[in-house]
């Protein structure tokens, strides 16, 4: 089965602790690599999990509060002391090219490669990337901010053709991508073997959805319905869910409520408030709801 995985760079919410860095996360998706925000540290974990910056096309920001995108400029300007030379592309809500074009030319001027910048809308459900392997849609959300989500959906890959029948029948090599792609193969004495007896057929797709800072918003569950895996942001305990109405953010036991709902195979919870010194809490309130829920931590990598 071709790679699908997540890695957790940072977890951790506006105020720095100890425990946890800002939010970032590295997706691996056939050797293809896609960065989620972009907070303070986002180096050092790079370099920590042993992900090459050059691999790192496609930089997609949920909004831009600092702890999701303070480490962007800064990352920018590696990649161009690294000797960078293709596009970087970033997806972002629409405020960030003036944002950070001021920066931009301030820190990085003359850098050798270009960044193109997509502005995302934030409102509704869309494709904004889409390549052989994969297509990534935002998911709108609700914070103080323009903000959205992303899920990752894999592409099927073709069937596999069964050694044995290729020497059965004596196939040459030159038919079986024909063969995978559904023709029957034709014998040289006339026989019509049929595509579905000489393949076996493909694993099922694959898909992730990030749920950035949000307030619970039950409604997406039918745009995330029968996800592998959702990160979903648990900020506060429901012991403290009066704070979600002034920050936009969402408890543990809602983030749950959301897997559930969305009939999620699997759920991660993050993005801890500073004041939770034992996060199992978290943990726990999200486990009497959804129990397949791991909390998220820096270093995690999640195969899908």
């Not at 901010?145 to 596999?160: M, V």
């Not at 069964?162 to 004495?189: E, F, L, V």
Request: charged fraction near 20%.
């Amino acid at each position: 089965m071709e790679k699908f995985e997540v890695t957790i760079l940072g977890c951790g919410s506006a105020l720095p602790t100890l425990r946890h860095f800002p939010t970032s996360q590295i997706i691996n998706i056939r050797e293809k690599l896609f960065m989620i925000d972009c907070g303070e540290g986002t180096q050092l974990q790079i370099r920590k999990n042993k992900f090459k910056f050059t691999k790192i096309n496609h930089i997609f920001i949920s909004h831009l509060h600092g702890d999701h995108m303070f480490g962007l400029i800064g990352l920018i300007s590696t990649m161009n002391l690294l000797g960078r030379t293709s596009t970087l592309h970033i997806y972002a809500p629409k405020d960030l090219e003036s944002l950070l074009r001021p920066h931009l030319d301030y820190f990085c001027n003359g850098i050798m490669y270009n960044i193109e910048i997509h502005s995302v809308n934030t409102k509704e459900s869309l494709l904004i990337y889409e390549d052989r392997s994969v297509e990534i849609y935002t998911i709108p959300l609700k914070h103080r901010i323009q903000c959205c989500g992303f899920i990752f959906k894999e592409k099927p890959t073709l069937p596999h053709i069964k050694s044995d029948m290729i020497d059965y029948y004596n196939i040459p090599r030159c038919q079986i991508n024909n063969i995978k792609a559904g023709m029957d193969y034709i014998t040289p004495d006339g026989e019509v073997v049929e595509s579905a007896v000489l393949t076996t057929p493909p694993p099922p797709v694959r898909s992730y959805a990030y749920c950035s800072d949000t307030i619970f918003l039950p409604q997406n569950a039918e745009l995330l319905q029968n996800v592998d895996l959702l990160y979903h942001e648990a900020t506060f305990c429901k012991e403290d869910e009066h704070l979600c109405k002034s920050t936009f953010h969402s408890t543990a036991e809602q983030a749950a409520t959301m897997a559930k709902l969305s009939n999620a195979k699997k759920l991660i919870v993050g993005h801890f408030s500073s004041r939770y010194e034992n996060e199992n809490i978290l943990l726990e309130e999200a486990k009497n709801v959804f129990s397949n829920t791991v909390l998220a931590n820096e270093k995690m990598t999640i195969t899908i």
